[in-house]
């Protein structure tokens, strides 16, 4: 079994940073991609950023420039780092993970609970 556990998330004025950490741990052969995904009230869960496990990123458009997704790979830990935080951005964070817990297994997703963001003066 594979948990992760998402750490960072809090209560932030508009225009500040956020560094959010998310550790996966357990038994499993390899972690390929993972993400990082939020959900406002009221709203669709939506992809915030990807990086696979060589590096390559991806973004949602409108995050492009503010928000930084980064990896350890020896530490199995994906970091976000959010700058410049604005009032839209308040949301629940989630990270996943695309994970193989065996070498002859198929790729399974995992996520984790969550953290709470919060953009207030």
């Known amino acids: 079994q594979v948990q992760l556990v998402e750490t960072g998330g809090g209560l932030v004025q508009p225009g500040g940073s956020l560094r959010l950490s998310c550790a996966a741990s357990?038994?499993?052969?390899?972690?390929?991609?993972m993400g990082w995904y939020r959900q406002a009230p009221g709203k669709q869960r939506e992809l915030v950023a990807s990086i696979t496990n060589d590096g390559n990123t991806v973004y949602a458009d409108s995050l492009k420039g503010r928000f930084t997704i980064s990896r350890d790979n020896a530490k199995n830990t994906v970091y976000l780092q959010m700058n410049s935080l604005k009032s839209e951005d308040p949301a629940v964070y989630y990270c996943?993970?695309?994970?193989?817990?065996?070498?002859?297994?198929?790729?399974?997703?995992?996520w984790g609970q969550g953290t709470q963001v919060t953009v207030s003066s």
């Open positions: 996943n993970a695309n994970v193989k817990p065996t070498f002859y297994s198929v790729e399974r997703l995992y």
């Open positions: 357990g038994s499993f052969f390899r972690i390929n991609a």
